[in-house]
């Protein structure tokens, strides 16, 4: 079992940036494959960013290319989302995710764990 505990969100102006934390207990994170999604008032989850733990290998979002990066802290156990150059239409709930299998699973939302999801409001 993993247990997810996100931190981090809150309400940030257009342009500006936030550092989405994700911290993992029970196993450590380099078995697994890290994500974040979040999810929009009246909108599905959709897919943010994901990591491989081990390998480092990275997945984007088209929508968040260039702007977000998922670095992680193997001494913490625990993954980021860094968020800059935010802008309204990023304003959602935001999700950590693991799951032990592929990333392509995870980013399909296919996940093993789920965190309790954090808000992340900009404004205009």
């Known amino acids: 079992q993993v247990q997810l505990v996100e931190s981090g969100g809150g309400l940030v102006q257009a342009g500006g940036s936030l550092r989405l934390s994700c911290a993992a207990s029970g196993r450590p994170f380099s078995q697994y494959v890290m994500g974040w999604f979040r999810q929009a008032p009246g909108k599905e989850r959709e897919f943010v960013a994901a990591?491989?733990?081990?390998?480092?290998?990275?997945w984007y979002a088209d929508s968040v290319k260039g702007r977000f990066t998922i670095p992680r802290d193997n001494a913490k156990n625990t993954g980021y989302l860094q968020m800059n150059s935010l802008k309204p239409e990023d304003t959602a709930v935001y999700y950590c995710?693991?799951?032990?299998?592929?990333?392509?699973?995870?980013?399909?939302?296919?996940?093993?764990?789920w965190g309790q999801g954090t808000q992340v409001t900009v404004s205009s």
């Open positions: 990591i491989n733990w081990s390998a480092g290998m990275t």
């Open positions: 995710a693991a799951d032990g299998r592929s990333s392509s699973r995870l980013r399909s939302g296919q996940c093993d764990y």
